[in-house]
């Protein structure tokens, strides 16, 4: 590489082979390969695992029996045998020029190849003494240098790489790899995709220092910023591509202009049984002004567990039908389709709309549902229906996107989602229609951060008050006790007694779909014969038939069965205000914000409402879990604890948009480093609308999110 060339940008490094460095051959680039790792940039995207600080190591000789600390040792002897239990046992001997210390291995007979003598590594662990010998019994161990081998030069901090699993590459090769990398690089040096002034505002590091010092920190401090900067970049990269197809989106002058004052939304809103509250009138005011603007609408409507979204929805639709255009809804599941379908049915019941070609004649608003299961008789008939205008919304579930259904006018899409609605599906609909505007609901309150990772390229309108009425439902946590058990269902029956619903939820089951089904099953039938004995009880899975699945719900609903049992099927949206109890079973196995979400099934009448969740508080992360869910009834707050608790892979699913691009960061920690990259975001491109003149950051967004984002860059 010849000096006096430009700095490397991330997508010269991607064309460098690793072959090009020091020690790789064919077969060891092969075992890289298999890592993923098929170039110089993977190579420094492969960040350490941990970071060690020599600094922090302890003599051996000065270790006192019961106390936690790592050493850094070279192991002298290592031998594998098995104890007379016929449990593996390893012992080796290490020692740190200070002293001797045998360290013990149970069950873990790998290691014996592992640390093979001469090799150095740090253990952390715990000094005991056994037979009057001073040991640690299983240690933490970080391989750090191999045997053999001293021209490898360490700093005070060593950084640990992840494990290759099976692909055998070691964290001496990776380091001895990366530092070659670096060397070879030093002469032209890291091009930076940030000026020297953003970076000096937001006090960040050059990426070349980072990129060095994130595997060659010469201190912790050091390392820290390098991990600012490479976080600080993880989430530019998204914020402005979100931003940017945000405004993409707003500066767009050919969507619908829809006629938004009319008779029938009037005449919608007056025939309702309640009134709106603050927060539905005001989304209802924002997608209004979207509707009736010339962008076509990209709208996120946020609200908790029966909050109400679903009228607000409904409102929209109908804003777009009394201009003569036709509404999409669309649900995550069947069972939730169908509800919709006849909830909507009965909401606009008696609304008429003019009939095609008369100012005189009215038709009624027609309303059809289409899922998977829909027969070929009626999907002809919704065919001709859309065709003539005759039906003016079509509930269905996404399966709508993919299907034959063609719509004559689209107006507006509501999509209710459950983080499965991602942007390639946003596109299928706008193929669907000229450009229809689009209303995203989410029946998961999603934390702040979050959001604008998963939804930032959408505007937001929240409901954050419950209609007015509500009490909260009371949670109790119940021990796996047959005392505390028996009292939950006696409440229960208490209940159905008072004329009220139940519903029972069936315990998870890893491997999903058939098995879960017939663990249901299973349960239903021992519920019917024991705790459930005498009532009139339903089963609700997954896997029946569409058809019984809607014959059950509706029997439920029409309150001639007294109790649902029901895997996660009823997660969401299920609407029978009569339910006023709930049972979870193994509730310590379920997500947060999913036991929220189940739980919102009861307390949507007026009437006071019970959940109790049957759990073990034994489990990891159980109590503290559960002890949230019997505290909280706040969506937001506990999709916050979710998130801190699991993690945000997850939470949203590891191939959710943006999410897998993240290697350093992490959400809800790097909140404030999300709420910078999106500020510097919006600066970039309030100066340079189309990053014309930053072509590097514009070819790593490029880069990064493809296709998304390849009508920004096309001129
Ligand atoms: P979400 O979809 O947000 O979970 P829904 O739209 O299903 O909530 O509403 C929950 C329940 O509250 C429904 O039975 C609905 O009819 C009722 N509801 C909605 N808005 C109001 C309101 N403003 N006042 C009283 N009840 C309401
Ligand atoms: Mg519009």
């Known amino acids: 590489m010849p000096t006096g060339d430009p700095p490397l940008t991330l997508a010269e490094l991607r064309t460098i082979p690793l072959e090009r460095l020091k020690g790789v051959g064919p077969a060891l680039e092969a075992r890289l390969a298999e890592m993923e790792l098929l170039n110089v940039l993977d190579l420094l995207q492969h960040y350490p695992r941990r970071w060690i600080d020599r600094t922090k190591k302890t003599d051996i000789a000065a270790l006192a029996v019961g106390e936690e600390a790592t050493v850094f040792a070279e192991v002298r002897t290592i031998h594998g045998r098995r104890t007379r239990q016929g449990r593996a046992l390893v012992e080796a001997v290490v020692h740190d020029g200070t002293s001797m210390l045998t360290i013990t291995f149970f069950n873990q007979a790998w290691r014996e190849k592992q640390l093979s003598p001469g090799t150095e590594a740090s253990f952390f662990g715990k000094l005991d003494v056994y037979r009057g010998k001073r040991q640690m019994t299983n240690p933490v161990v970080d391989v750090v240098g191999r045997a053999g081998v001293t021209d490898e030069k360490t700093g005070v901090i060593v950084p640990v790489y992840p494990q290759s699993g099976k692909a055998e ?37 050059d990426r070349g220092t980072a990129l060095r010092a994130i595997h060659r920190p010469e201190s912790m401090a050091e390392l820290d910023a390098a ?34 004052d009319g008779l029938l939304v009037d005449a919608f809103l007056a025939r309702l049984p309640f009134t709106l509250t603050d927060d539905q009138r005001g989304a209802l005011a924002e997608i209004a002004r979207d509707l009736a603007g010339a962008a076509p609408m990209h709208r996120l409507l946020q609200g908790d567990v029966g909050s109400g979204k679903t009228v607000v929805a409904l409102a929209a639709l109908l804003m777009a039908v009394q201009g003569g255009y036709q509404g999409a809804f669309m649900a995550p599941t069947e069972v939730l389709a169908e509800q919709h379908y006849l909830g909507s049915l009965r909401m606009v019941d008696g609304l008429t709309v003019p009939a095609d070609g008369s100012l005189l004649a009215d038709r009624p608003v027609g309303v059809a549902l289409l899922t998977n299961r829909t027969t070929a008789a009626e ?25 034959d259904a063609q719509f004559s006018r689209l107006g507006l899409a509501v999509v209710d989602e459950q983080h499965r609605f991602g942007v390639e599906q946003r596109a299928l609909l706008r193929g669907k229609g000229d450009q229809p505007d689009v209303l995203v609901m989410t029946a998961t309150p999603i934390p ?71 663990a249901a099953t299973a349960e239903f039938e021992r519920l019917q014969a024991e705790e459930l004995h005498g009532l009139r009880v339903g089963l609700l899975h997954g896997q029946m038939p569409s058809k019984e699945k809607e014959a059950v719900m509706r029997t439920f609903r029409e309150g001639a069965l007294d109790v649902l049992v029901a895997t996660t099927v009823i997660e969401v949206g299920v609407d029978v205000p009569n339910a006023t109890v709930m049972v979870v079973e193994d509730a310590d196995r379920f997500g947060l914000s999913q036991l929220h979400q189940l739980r919102g099934r009861v307390g949507r009448g007026g009437d006071r409402s019970f959940c109790f969740l049957f759990a073990d508080p034994t489990t990891e992360d159980g109590e503290q879990r559960l002890a949230a869910m019997a505290a909280s009834t706040d969506g937001f707050a506990l999709a916050e604890i979710d998130l801190e608790i699991r993690g945000s892979g997850e939470v949203f699913g590891e191939r959710q948009s943006g999410f897998s691009d993240l290697k350093l960061g992490r959400i809800p920690r790097d909140e404030e480093t999300v709420v910078a990259a999106r500020s510097v975001a919006e600066e970039l491109l309030d100066d340079d609308p189309d990053l014309g003149s930053h072509a590097q950051l514009r070819d790593e967004v490029h880069d990064l999110l493809g296709d998304a984002v390849d009508f920004l860059f096309k001129s």
């Not at 999907?379 to 299907?403: F, K, P, S």
């Not at 998963?454 to 009371?474: A, I, N």
């Open 227 to 260: 991990k600012r900067r490479l976080i600080f970049d993880e989430f530019l990269r998204m914020q402005v591509g979100l931003v940017a197809r945000k405004r993409a989106f707003e500066a767009e002058q050919s969507g619908i202009r829809h006629r938004v």
């Open 448 to 518: 702040r951060t979050a959001a604008m990772l998963v939804y930032g390229d959408l505007d937001k309108s929240e409901l954050r008050e419950l209609p007015p009425g509500r009490t909260p439902v009371e949670t109790r946590l119940v021990e796996p006790s047959p005392l505390a058990q028996a009292a939950a269902w006696e409440a229960l029956r208490a209940e159905v007694g008072a004329g009220h619903q139940a519903y029972v939820v069936c315990p998870l089951v890893e491997d999903k779909g058939k098995v879960e089904a017939k």
């Open 379 to 403: 999907r002809r008939r919704i065919t001709a229906g859309l065709e003539a205008r005759q039906i003016d919304i079509l509930v269905g579930t996404h399966a709508l996107l993919y299907g």
């Open 169 to 205: 590459v070691f964290t001496w090769q990776l380091r001895a790899m990366v530092a070659d990398a670096l060397a070879k690089c030093r002469l032209r040096g890291f091009a930076d995709p940030l000026s020297e002034s953003i970076l000096d505002r937001r006090d960040l590091i």
